[in-house]
């Protein structure tokens, strides 16, 4: 099983970017999708979870209304569109895969993971 993001990169505040997740190896449809982040000297933090279908969302209150999760079951993938980054979004960017049809914040209930993307959004 093979998760690769991309898309992340150096940003100015109000700015955007599209984070991207390319799968490979699981059969994506069964798999919830998640997106987490972790800055420097803190824990991982949630950010957004789609469902297996993608109809259904949920996301960390300090992103509602600026992220966006989204998935292409065809393509095996999934995005993050985040627009209006403030600095304090900086950090690196992981997905992650739960075999699951509900949706879960809790990292540890994922089995699988990115190896991140750097997010750095200047003042």
């Known amino acids: 099983v093979q998760l690769v993001e991309s898309g992340g990169g150096l940003v100015q505040a109000g700015g955007s970017l599209r984070l991207s997740c390319a799968t490979s190896?699981?059969?994506?449809?069964?798999?919830?999708m998640g997106w987490f982040r972790q800055a420097p000297g803190k824990e991982r933090e949630f950010v957004a979870v789609?469902?297996?279908?993608?109809?259904?969302?949920y996301y960390a209150d300090s992103v509602k209304g600026r992220f966006t999760i989204s998935r292409d079951n065809a393509k095996n993938t999934v995005l993050l569109q985040m627009n209006s980054l403030k600095p304090e979004d900086t950090a690196v960017y992981y997905c992650?895969?739960?075999?699951?049809?509900?949706?879960?914040?809790?990292?540890?209930?994922?089995?699988?993971w990115g190896q991140g993307t750097q997010v750095t959004v200047s003042s």
């Open positions: 789609i469902s297996t279908s993608g109809g259904t969302t």
């Open positions: 190896g699981l059969t994506f449809r069964t798999y919830a």
């Open positions: 992650a895969a739960v075999q699951s049809y509900r949706l879960t914040i809790t990292p540890r209930e994922y089995a699988y």
